[in-house]
């Protein structure tokens, strides 16, 4: 479910982007973790593997929508 919440705004930021002629353009950089019940994490843990997955789709551009 969260990849396809990812996409869906990735997918509406491109679009203002392409249907706004404005001097600048919208871009996000977002992460997530996903853990099972079963597993036993701290918070922090669980946070921190979120954040890691930030910088590597930060990283990598592929969260950037660039028109």
């Known amino acids: 479910e969260i990849e396809l ?8 930021m491109q679009r203002h982007n392409s ?7 919208l871009s996000l950089s977002a992460g997530y973790s996903q853990y099972s019940r079963k597993d036993i994490l701290s918070i922090d843990s669980i946070i921190s593997a979120a954040d890691k997955a930030m910088y590597q789709m930060k990283n990598s551009k ?3 929508v660039r028109l």
């Open 62 to 64: 592929k969260c950037q």
């Open 5 to 12: 919440l990812h996409n869906n705004i990735m997918q509406q």
């Open 19 to 25: 249907e706004n002629a404005l001097p600048y353009t």
